[in-house]
């Protein structure tokens, strides 16, 4: 009986031991899963979407690091396609932009030379009615002007436009 007793304390302390130590080794294969799969979250998180998980082996944890490097993989693709898309929406926006800005400058060209012109035409205008005003008081000066002065006068008129 003291055998036995002996032989199961002895039994109960090595399974207790190769337990123990099972239970180290499963700890530190998990723990060291779990923080891969953290560090390569974390670089994700940080923008470094070339980060994967590097886990060996056919279990849970090796199957989620594998679905973790497919997403990981989308993602870069997604966000390789939106920098491309969004170069070409930034040169569009140039291009578009470039071409307001001649449109504007002609436009601003336009209303110079319109401004001019209608400076021009007023001068232009003014000068004659000037002499016509001008001959007109001329021949209105005096009240007992003869109606041959008012003839020469409008004569005078016509001849500036002829």
């Keep these: 009986i003291d055998r036995s007793r002996w032989l199961a304390i002895l039994d109960g ?21 779990i923080r891969a799969l953290m560090a390569g979250t974390q670089q994700i998180a940080n923008g470094n979407l070339a980060a994967r998980v590097q886990l060996s082996g056919d279990d849970e944890f090796s199957t989620l690091a594998g679905h973790f490097n497919q997403m990981a993989d989308k993602i870069q693709k997604q966000r390789a396609a939106l920098e491309e898309r969004q170069d070409i929406l930034e040169s569009r ?12 400058q002609n436009l601003c060209r336009m209303d110079r030379d319109r401004r001019a012109f209608l400076a021009d035409i007023s001068h232009e205008l003014r000068t004659p009615i000037t002499v016509i005003r001008g001959e007109a008081e001329i021949a209105l ?14 004569q005078r008129i016509i001849d500036l436009f002829a």
Excluded at 13 to 33: H, N, P, V
Excluded at 143 to 151: F, H, I, L, N, V
Aim: no cysteine; charged share 25%; aromatic share 4%.
């Design 93 to 104: 926006v140039t291009e578009r932009t470039q071409e307001l800005l001649d449109i504007n």
């Design 141 to 154: 000066r005096n009240p007992k002007t003869p109606s041959e002065d008012y003839r020469q006068a409008l």
């Design 13 to 33: 302390t090595a399974a207790t031991l190769i337990s123990l130590y099972g239970g180290i080794l499963l700890s530190r294969r998990l723990s060291r899963s």
